[in-house]
């Protein structure tokens, strides 16, 4: 089992990117999937999940700035981030979990720099 995750960078603040994480090894179809991240000196955080019908949960700082999307078909998930600001800057890390967490795996991170 395995996570991929891409598309991070650097970017101005008020830009946009998009994270790409892809998964293989298993049938995730019926696994919530999502981004969490990890700014300096703080702990990982929620930032999106979307299970397999298309529900979505998002942090109170990325609502109406960020969509994270699936494709069922090709195990994937995508993370739209616009209007970016300096206090996104953070590891970004695909997830697919079980919805009771008794499978719980992670991707290897991405890092997203916005700068001022």
């Known amino acids: 089992v395995q996570l991929q995750a891409s598309g991070g960078g650097l970017v101005q603040a008020g830009g946009s990117l998009r994270l790409s994480c892809s998964a293989s090894?298993?049938?995730?179809?019926?696994?919530?999937m999502g981004w969490y991240r990890r700014a300096p000196g703080k702990q990982r955080e929620l930032v999106a999940t979307?299970?397999?019908?298309?529900?979505?949960n998002y942090a109170d700082f990325v609502k109406g700035r960020f969509t994270v999307s699936r494709d069922n078909t090709r195990s994937t998930v995508d993370l739209q981030m616009n209007s970016l600001k300096p206090e996104d800057t953070a590891v970004y890390y695909c997830?697919?979990?079980?919805?009771?967490?008794?499978?719980?795996?992670w991707g290897q991170g991405t890092l997203v720099t916005v700068s001022s």
């Open positions: 997830n697919v979990r079980k919805r009771d967490w008794s499978v719980n795996i």
């Open positions: 979307i299970t397999t019908g298309g529900g979505t």
């Open positions: 090894g298993s049938d995730f179809s019926f696994y919530i």
